[in-house]
C-alpha cells in the first residue's frame, strides 16, 4: 500500500500528530513535528523497502513509500533491486535513516545482494575511497541521512521536543554530544536531566551510540523513568531491579538505556570481569548525583570506575562537598575506560586543577536564569525554654565527663556520637516534648497555609521523638504528607504524586537524605530546615527542590539555629566549609583545607584530641 505524506515522514495512524516509525529498532513513534525548510523545493522521492527490512508489526511498511525529503543532496538510491529511483535525498531525512536502523535488530539483516547494491551505488558517486570495513553501511548511511544537530535542537525542527529548551541547555546539549568526557555541575534546578536526556535522544538518533548505562540514587529510580518517557520517549528502558534472577535477565534485555541504582551496581558489579555491567563495553555510563561517588576508597566509587566506557558523564551541583580528593574521585571517573586499562588515580596540585578546567561545565541560576524567582535565606535564631535547656546543659555536661573519663582512648566517634545526641534535643526536649523550633514552625504555617502557599519541612531525624515523624505527629492537624528513606520506592512516588495533584496537602515533611536531591517540587515556595546538616552543598539541594525551574514565587528559606548550642558552634564551621565549596569549585583553587581536623571536633566542646595529649606528654617525659 502506497502511503503519500506532506511533510518529510510517514504518519501512524495514532492520533493526529506525524509521526515515524523506526522499524522496531524503537518500540515507540519518534514525535516528528512538520519540517520543511523555507525557499526550498520538495522533490518526492520513491522507496522500497525489502521484506527482510520490514518490521513484523510494521507489514504495510514493505510497499513502496512516497515521502518529501528536503536539504537537497543528489545521490542515487537503490534500496531494493529493480526499484532504482535517483532523486534528491536529504542531509536529514529522519525517515530514510530509519529504514536503515532496522539491519540493527536481531533477525532482520540485509542480504548480501542489497548490502552490496547499497554500498555501490549509494556511496560510488559521493566518495570514490573504499569505505572502512568496520563501519557498518547502515551506520554509515544513518549518519549521513540525518538532519544537522542544529536543526534537531531547533524549534522549528523535526524532532518534537515535549517542552521548551532554554538556550544554555541547548548549549549543554552540544556540549555532551562533543564530549566523551564531562562534568555537567550546573546549579541544582538548571535540569542537567534534560540535557542529558536530550543529548543520549540525538546520539541514539543519529546512530552514534546503542547502549547507556544510567546509574542514580535508588529514590529516583522512577523519577528518571518518568523523565525519560518524556524527553525521549522512543527510547526502550530497562529498569535494573528486583530479585537476582530478575536482574540477570535484565542486564541482558534488549533496549537502548539500561537504569539502575547505585545499590544495585554495587550489588552486581563484582570482581568477576564477566559480572553482567563489566561484561560489556558501554557507548555512555552516566553518573546523576556523582557525589555518590565522591569517596574514591569506597565500594560504589571503585566500581564505577571499571566500568568499560566509550563515554563518561557525571551530572552534579555539588562537585565538591567536604574536601578536593572529592572532586579528584569524581573526575577519575569522568574518562573513557577501554577493555585492559587501569582507571587513573589523580592527585591534588596543578594536575586536578587542569583536568577540572577542561572538563567541568558549570552555569549559575544568576547567570543563565535571571528571570527565575529570588531565593531568599532567613536564619532564626532562638532560645530554649527552661525545661530544654536545663535537659541539654545537663547532656552536655555528663558527655564531656564521659570524653575526659576515656582519656587517650577518646575518638571521633565519641566525639560525632555527643553532637548528634545534642542536635536531637534542640530539635525537642525528650523529657516534657517542648521545642521553640517546632513553636515558631507552627505560627509560620498557620499564616502560609491560610493563604495558600506550601512548604518543605526537612530534618536529617526520622523518628517519633526529635525528626521527621515527631513534626508530622505534632502537625497532623494540617494533613502532612511525610517522606522518609524508609519507605518503600513506590510509596515515595505515591506521595510525591499526591502533593502535586492534590493542593488540599500544603505541607511535605521529608528526610534530608531521601528528599534533599532529584525531586521537583516547585509547587512548594517556602522551605525549613527544622535541624541543620554538616554541609551546605546537603542543604543548597534539598533547598532547590523548590528553587528550580518552574518556580513562580519567590523561594523563602528558613535555617533554625538554637544559640549558646552545639548549633551555633557548628554555624560557624559551615561558613567556613561554604567559603571552601565557593573558591574550589568556582575559581579551582585548591589551597583551601578541606575537612574538619580533630581538633576543630574536639574544640567544639573544649577539648584536646588524643594525639596532642600524647604528644604532650612524650614532650614532659623528655624534659623530665
Not at 522499524?23 to 523545493?41: A, C, N, T
Not at 548490502?115 to 570514490?128: E, H, K, M, P, Y
Not at 575511497?129 to 540525518?146: D, T, V, W
Request: overall charge neutral.
Amino acid at each position: 500500500m502506497m502511503m503519500t505524506m506532506e511533510a518529510i515522514w510517514w504518519k501512524e495512524h495514532i492520533g493526529d500528530v506525524p509521526r515515524a516509525r523506526w522499524f522496531g529498532f524503537f518500540r515507540r513513534p519518534v514525535k516528528l513535528s512538520e519540517y520543511i525548510p523555507q525557499g526550498l523545493s520538495v522533490p518526492s522521492v520513491i522507496l522500497s523497502v525489502p521484506q527482510d527490512l520490514s518490521a513484523s508489526d510494521d507489514n504495510s511498511l514493505s510497499s513502496p513509500i512516497s515521502l518529501m525529503v528536503p536539504h537537497t543532496l543528489n545521490i542515487p538510491i537503490n534500496l531494493i533491486s529493480g526499484h532504482t529511483q535517483s532523486g534528491d535525498c536529504v542531509r536529514g531525512s529522519v525517515g530514510l535513516a530509519g529504514i536503515l536502523l532496522k539491519e540493527s535488530m536481531p533477525g532482520a539483516k540485509l542480504s548480501k545482494s542489497t548490502r552490496s547494491d547499497l554500498a555501490l551505488q549509494t556511496f560510488q558517486d559521493i566518495d570514490n575511497n573504499k569505505a572502512e570495513p568496520e563501519i557498518p553501511l547502515s551506520k554509515r548511511l544513518a549518519y549521513l541521512l540525518q538532519p544537522p544537530t542544529e536543526v534537531l535542537l531547533s524549534r522549528s525542527g523535526p524532532l518534537e521536543w515535549p517542552g521548551t529548551l532554554f538556550d544554555y541547555q541547548i548549549e549543554g546539549i552540544k556540549t555532551l554530544l562533543s564530549s566523551d568526557a564531562l562534568l555537567l555541575a550546573d546549579d541544582m534546578g538548571l535540569g542537567k536531566t534534560i540535557q542529558a536526556l536530550g543529548a543520549l535522544r540525538i546520539l541514539f538518533l543519529q546512530r552514534r551510540i546503542e547502549s547507556c548505562l544510567l546509574i542514580v540514587p535508588a529514590s529516583l529510580v522512577g523519577q528518571w523513568r518518568k523523565e525519560i518517557h518524556y524527553w525521549a520517549p522512543e527510547l526502550r528502558t530497562s529498569t535494573i531491579r528486583g530479585t537476582t534472577a530478575e536482574r540477570t535477565w535484565q542486564w541482558v534485555t534488549s533496549a537502548h538505556i539500561y537504569l539502575t541504582s547505585y545499590e544495585t551496581l554495587r550489588s552486581d558489579c563484582t570482581d568477576n570481569a564477566q559480572s553482567p555491567p563489566r561484561r560489556r563495553v558501554w557507548d555512555v555510563v552516566i553518573l546523576d548525583e556523582a557525589q555518590k561517588i565522591k569517596n574514591r576508597d569506597v565500594e560504589i566509587s571503585r566500581k564505577c570506575k571499571l566500568l568499560h566506557r566509550q563515554r563518561a558523564w557525571a551530572l552534579t551541583g555539588t562537585p565538591l562537598e567536604n574536601r578536593e580528593d572529592d572532586l579528584a574521585s569524581i573526575l577519575e571517573f569522568v574518562t573513557t575506560l577501554k577493555e585492559g586499562e587501569t582507571p587513573p588515580r589523580l592527585k591534588p596540585g596543578f594536575e586536578l586543577q587542569e583536568k577540572h578546567k577542561s572538563l567541568q561545565l558549570r552555569r549559575k541560576k544568576q547567570d543563565v536564569l535571571p528571570q527565575l524567582p529570588p531565593k531568599m535565606v532567613n536564619q532564626i535564631s532562638l532560645t530554649m525554654n527552661r525545661p530544654q535547656r536545663e535537659y541539654y546543659e545537663r547532656a552536655e555536661k555528663e558527655g564531656i565527663v564521659q570524653l575526659k573519663e576515656s582519656g587517650e582512648s577518646v575518638s571521633i566517634e565519641n566525639i560525632l556520637e555527643l553532637i548528634m545526641k545534642l542536635k536531637q534535643i534542640c530539635n525537642f526536649c525528650p523529657s516534657t516534648g517542648s521545642s521553640v523550633k517546632f513553636d515558631d514552625v507552627l505560627e509560620r504555617l498557620t499564616t502560609l497555609v491560610s493563604e495558600g502557599y506550601r512548604a518543605l519541612i526537612f530534618s536529617q531525624f526520622t523518628d517519633s521523638t526529635y525528626g521527621a515523624n515527631a513534626i508530622a505527629s505534632n502537625l497532623k492537624d494540617f494533613n502532612p504528607l511525610l517522606y522518609t528513606g524508609d519507605l518503600s520506592q513506590l510509596r515515595r512516588d505515591m506521595i510525591i504524586k499526591t502533593f502535586k495533584e492534590n493542593r488540599d496537602h500544603k505541607i511535605l515533611i521529608l528526610s534530608l537524605r531521601a528528599g534533599g536531591q532529584g525531586l521537583n517540587l516547585q509547587d512548594a515556595s517556602y522551605v525549613f530546615h527544622f535541624d541543620r546538616w554538616w554541609n551546605p552543598a546537603v542543604e543548597h539541594q534539598a533547598e532547590d527542590r523548590a528553587h528550580r525551574l518552574g518556580q513562580t514565587f519567590p523561594v523563602n528559606v528558613y535555617k533554625y539555629v538554637i544559640e549558646d548550642t552545639i548549633e551555633e558552634r557548628i554555624e560557624k564551621i559551615l561558613k567556613e566549609k561554604q567559603l571552601l565549596f565557593d573558591e574550589l569549585v568556582d575559581s579551582v583553587s585548591i589551597d583551601l583545607k578541606s575537612k574538619l581536623s580533630s581538633e576543630e571536633l574536639f574544640g567544639l566542646f573544649g577539648l584536646i584530641p588524643p594525639e596532642r595529649l600524647k604528644l604532650s606528654k612524650r614532650k614532659s617525659e623528655f624534659k623530665g
